[in-house]
């Protein structure tokens, strides 16, 4: 168990609709990062934020927008979504922006678009 | 930009050593990683490099060359649990973002 919880593990949807994944990091950790992953494709970093605020910017459409709240856990949202969508979206947690440790990986939000 | 290589699969018997390589052509590279990921499951952290040299864990060893741009995954005594993809997971300057290559599929066989 990483200590990095994701919710919810699986998300059937429909084309054009919106949904919310919610990440909670690791007790201590400050960094919170996105990450999707599809069939065809390795892990696509998205975004990451570090104590509320955005630190960096991968590969993230402008359908896609994320936030970190004051008690650090983290919500991606995914707008007008497309069957181009279905993937494995997993949030993962570090203790600083900068540090030398591991990110470690919640188990993932499975989203299906049908 | 990046770019990160690494073989797309590989099988090993039960038992024996596998080497898993990975390539990396970046700028401002500051360090390595290797994760090992079942298949639908999140990936865990399983070694990092940022000098020269080799990271002995247990089973798992990592090393690393910045000259060459060059790092491979050394799994001793396998068993059939290791099957699994393997990341390579490069970082770039004094951030903690990670650019992954496409994983190796590894395949233990009895």
């Known amino acids: 168990d990483s200590g990095v919880t994701q919710t919810p593990k699986h998300l059937i949807t429909a084309t054009g609709q919106r949904v919310t994944l919610r990440c909670s990091p690791r007790?201590?950790?400050?960094?919170v990062y996105w990450y999707q992953q599809s069939l065809d494709q390795g892990l696509q970093f998205l975004i990451q934020?570090?104590?509320?605020?955005?630190?960096a910017k991968g590969n993230i459409l402008e359908r896609f927008s994320a936030q970190q709240f004051p008690d650090l856990h983290s919500e991606l949202n995914l707008s007008s979504l497309e069957l181009g969508d279905s993937a494995l979206y997993f949030c993962?947690?570090?203790?600083?922006?900068?540090?030398?440790?591991?990110?470690?990986f919640g188990d993932g939000t499975r989203l299906s678009i049908l | 930009g990046q770019n990160i290589d690494q073989p797309t699969e590989m099988t090993a018997t039960e038992g024996a050593i596998v080497q898993i390589n990975c390539t990396y052509q970046?700028?401002?590279?500051?360090?390595l990683f290797w994760y090992q990921q079942h298949a639908g499951e999140a990936p865990t952290f399983l070694s990092y490099?940022?000098?020269?040299g080799l990271e002995e864990k247990g089973r798992f060893s990592s090393f690393l060359s910045r000259s060459k741009g060059y790092s491979y995954l050394l799994l001793k005594e396998l068993q059939m649990k290791d099957s699994a993809s393997y990341l390579c997971?490069?970082?770039?300057?004094?951030?903690?973002?990670?650019?992954f290559g496409g994983g190796t599929r590894l395949m233990v066989k009895p």
């Open positions: 490099n940022v000098l020269d």
């Open positions: 007790s201590g950790d400050l960094s």
């Open positions: 993962a947690s570090s203790l600083g922006g900068v540090s030398n440790q591991p990110q470690h």
């Open positions: 934020y570090y104590n509320g605020e955005e630190r």
């Open positions: 970046t700028s401002g590279f500051n360090g």
């Open positions: 997971a490069v970082r770039r300057n004094a951030g903690n973002m990670l650019t």
